[in-house]
């Protein structure tokens, strides 16, 4: 066994295979290693000998990205300091009067920016293109009290969701008459006007509704109502006072292989 000692930025060199290990950093026990070599060698490192080659290769690419990722950090911090040292030397040109060699500190401080952008625009160009934004999942909410429909709401949009809402089951009604069809529909039971269950068999009875998830959120009990639990009437049941992790990852479960 060969053993080197290197100090940081400093590399060892492979030349029967063009490869090269680069110091990044030594911090406390830890050493940053950033390697270059050609596509057919192999890099992996010791705890994934054996394991698909596929998971070597990402972890191989994620260590990549580190690196460039911290050598543009290095490179733009550089530049805009040089740009912060050209303008206060800059100002002290200005109130010296030098106009000379204010057009030299300007040039070079306009090539350090033209620089910057070049970078910057080079990296952006490299990044992957990202995936179509999936069209948020769309909930009603009819709920009674104000303070609870607000704050649930509230939580659901933090979470991904688009929501919107009704003070009771007559106003949930007519949205959906007007030609709205979220995803799925949080009921409250003890509704004025028209209570959960008539708002519920009334939206069963309608085919134009097929499939529309209805969950309960209240604080009566599914005994109170003569409803079927699963498609036919309430598909789940949350009880008050609400777990709002809980019925998230129910909503999630339910709607997100759509």
């Not at 680069?22 to 060698?41: C, F, M």
């Not at 740009?83 to 000379?100: F, H, N, V, Y």
Request: hydrophobic content about 40%.
């Amino acid at each position: 066994m060969l053993v080197l000692s290197r100090k940081p930025n400093q590399k060892i060199l492979f030349p029967g295979i063009n490869t090269a290990i680069h110091v990044v950093s030594v911090k406390g026990a830890t050493v940053r290693l950033g390697i270059e070599a050609p596509p057919e060698v192999a890099i992996l490192r010791e705890e994934l000998q054996g394991q698909p080659a596929a998971m070597g290769h990402a972890s191989l690419l994620a260590g990549e990205a580190e690196t460039r990722f911290r050598e543009l950090r290095h490179s733009l911090r550089n530049r805009l300091n040089a740009a912060t040292i050209g303008l206060a030397l800059l100002r002290k040109q200005m109130t010296a009067g030098t106009g000379a060699d204010m057009e030299r500190t300007l040039g070079l401080i306009e090539g350090e920016m033209q620089a910057l952008r070049q970078q910057v625009e080079s990296e952006a160009a490299k990044a992957p293109a990202k995936p179509p934004a999936r069209k948020a999942r769309r909930a009603l909410l009819v709920e009674d009290d104000q303070n609870e429909r607000e704050l649930l709401a509230g939580f659901l949009r933090a979470s991904g969701f688009a929501v919107d809402t009704a003070g009771d089951g007559c106003d949930a009604l007519d949205y959906l008459r007007a030609g709205q069809r979220p995803d799925v529909l949080l009921l409250d039971m003890g509704l004025p006007r028209c209570d959960g269950a008539t708002t519920a068999r009334e939206i069963r009875r309608d085919s134009a509704y097929a499939g529309l998830r209805i969950f309960a959120v209240t604080g009566h009990s599914p005994k109170e109502y003569d409803l079927d639990l699963g498609p036919a009437g309430i598909d789940r049941w949350f009880n008050k006072p609400l777990d709002p992790v809980a019925l998230l990852r129910e909503l999630t479960q339910e709607l997100g292989s759509e």
